[in-house]
């Protein structure tokens, strides 16, 4: 008979990174997650769901990717699955009836929520097709998280002075912004990993609305300090025309290579392009090079002088580089209209279309608190309504194992995590239902 096999190794974890041995927990620690939801799936349009998915590709690659949303799907399926997933950011596209488009970017699973009204957008499409020069193939530029850049997001002091609601609302933005992709530490990070960069930029507003808009670029490196011409002699520069399909340079009608270098009939004159005068664009970057390991027979020549093979002369390896942004899309124009607490079910911190008296903050407090307090009587109520149906499904067991007999039960208990499942769900639904209202309400009032 066979020895039956024996299994030696365990399984190994999620191929993304997301999922480890623990729940909630992730194996890239400190690595922001997101989602990037559509609520109501195809029912927001396809200009929306389209600009979903660009954003989609703006937060990438820590974000689910190949995501589906159903119409009948709520916030609360996407929550009780985003703990174990480790999702820490939530983007919700939505669509009002009269035909806003709303994008909230809630932390979770505490909060709080942002919301925004798009103005106006630009889908990614529609950029490559105004371009000169349409860049395809960015998939590489993908791999890694962009760089979130924030200008105009905090107004200065003097301003600030005597309005600690505005001051905290900016606050608030400028770090919710700030958590939404890893930190990037100068000293260890590589120049050519950083391939993107998010623009984030205030609009400064009479009104006083708070306006960002939204840009993303891909970024592009290239040597600079040299002409054109012996840029096409460089084996890098070949290795990158081959990949286009651009010729090579044609030397054989020239009887020296310098002749190609110099050009004398150019007279001295070269292109605006080749002149390079704006250095604002340029960097140095230090060039890694391989070196051959040597021996330790190699090494004591080395120290001593006697290895006369050895080149004596170092090469600078610092090089510049002039960087150019080209732009990926979408483009996008956000108001803050809402702040909330909680994951888009607490109660309003901040309204752009309502301002509240003190009582009516305190009624509203007072209403947040009741809600809370009676949320806190149910669950305690089906806890011991649970607690006592163990208790006689308990005693009629023992009642019957005693008397020898076996009963069983069609009507089977519900458990304790079920149970506030249920009540959160229904609570939710109330607050889905209320917050509904008051958007709908805001949009009356505009």
């Known amino acids: 008979m066979a020895k039956a096999r024996k299994k030696k190794r365990s399984q190994p974890g999620g191929a993304n990174g997301m999922v480890s041995g623990k729940p909630g927990t992730s194996n890239r620690l400190n690595v922001p997650q997101s989602m990037v939801i559509r609520m109501g799936a195809g029912d927001i349009g396809t200009s929306v769901s389209q600009l979903a998915a660009d954003f989609r590709e703006v937060v990438q690659p820590h974000t689910a990717a190949r995501l589906k949303e159903r119409k009948s799907n709520k916030l609360r399926d996407y929550t009780t699955m985003a703990g174990p997933l480790g999702v820490t950011h939530f983007f919700l596209f939505s669509r009002s009836e009269n035909g806003n488009v709303h994008l909230r970017f809630a932390l979770h699973p505490r909060g709080p929520t942002l919301q925004f009204r798009v103005d106006d ?4 499409k529609d950029i490559q097709h105004i371009q000169k020069r349409s860049r395809a193939g960015w998939q590489e530029a993908f791999a890694s998280p962009p760089l979130l850049v924030q200008h105009g997001m905090m107004s200065s002091e003097d301003y600030l002075a005597d309005k600690p609601k505005e001051k905290q609302l900016e606050s608030l933005t400028q770090t ?8 990037i530490t100068p000293a260890t990070t590589k120049l050519e990993k950083i391939k993107r960069i998010l623009l984030l930029k205030r609009e400064r507003q009479e009104d006083g609305t708070f ?11 290239r040597r600079t300090g040299m002409s054109r011409r012996i840029k096409r ?39 605006a392009s080749e002149t390079e005068l704006d250095t604002d664009n340029e960097v140095e970057v230090v060039q890694t090079t391989t070196r051959k390991v040597l021996s330790k027979k190699d090494m004591e020549k080395l120290r001593s002088g006697d290895n006369k093979d050895q080149p004596t002369k170092t090469r600078s390896n610092v090089e510049k580089r002039a960087i150019k942004l080209v732009e990926l899309g979408p483009r996008m124009r956000l108001r803050l209209v809402k702040v909330e607490e909680g994951l888009s079910e607490g109660r309003v911190m901040w309204n752009e279309f309502i301002t509240k008296s003190k009582t009516e903050e305190k009624e509203l407090d007072q209403k947040w608190s009741e809600k809370r307090k009676l949320r806190e009587e149910r669950r305690q109520q089906q806890k011991e309504n649970v607690e006592k149906k163990k208790k006689t499904k308990d005693q009629t067991k023992s009642n019957t194992a005693e008397n020898g007999e076996v009963q069983v039960s069609d009507d089977e208990s519900l458990d304790t995590d079920e149970v506030e499942d249920m009540l959160d769900d229904e609570m939710h639904d109330d607050l889905e239902a209320e917050d509904a209202d008051e958007i709908e309400e805001d949009e009356m009032e505009e």
């Open 121 to 124: 957008y630009v889908l990614a």
């Open 176 to 183: 919710m912004f700030n958590a939404m992709f890893p930190v």
């Open 233 to 271: 002699l460089d084996p890098q520069e070949q290795k990158r025309r081959e990949r286009k399909g651009a010729a090579l340079p044609n030397l054989g009608q020239l009887e020296d290579a310098a002749d190609y270098v110099l050009n004398p009939e150019d007279g001295g004159y070269t292109s």
């Open 211 to 221: 306006v960002i808009n939204l840009r993303h670029y891909a970024i592009t490196q």
